[in-house]
């Protein structure tokens, strides 16, 4: 479900939420990395689910043509 935000401020909170969570979740990777621990398929969906949502904001907004 894509859901299309109605204001820029709204875009600029959802861009820093999906920032701050895949920085979250790649020290999370870097850390289990580097202790030998094994990262499961829950916290890879949940970090290719947060670099999309964070991609997702610099996408351009889909202007109307009629009025």
């Known amino acids: 479900m894509i859901v299309k935000f109605k204001n820029d401020s709204t875009r600029k909170i959802a861009r820093y939420v ?7 979740l790649l020290a999370s990777f870097l850390y ?22 964070f991609l997702y904001t610099f996408l351009p907004k889909n202007q109307s043509t009629h009025k």
């Not at 999906?18 to 979250?24: F, R």
């Open 32 to 53: 289990q990395w580097n202790n030998g621990l094994v990262i499961d398929d829950t916290e890879k969906f949940s970090f290719i689910l947060a670099i999309t949502c």
């Open 18 to 24: 999906g920032g701050t969570a895949s920085l979250l």
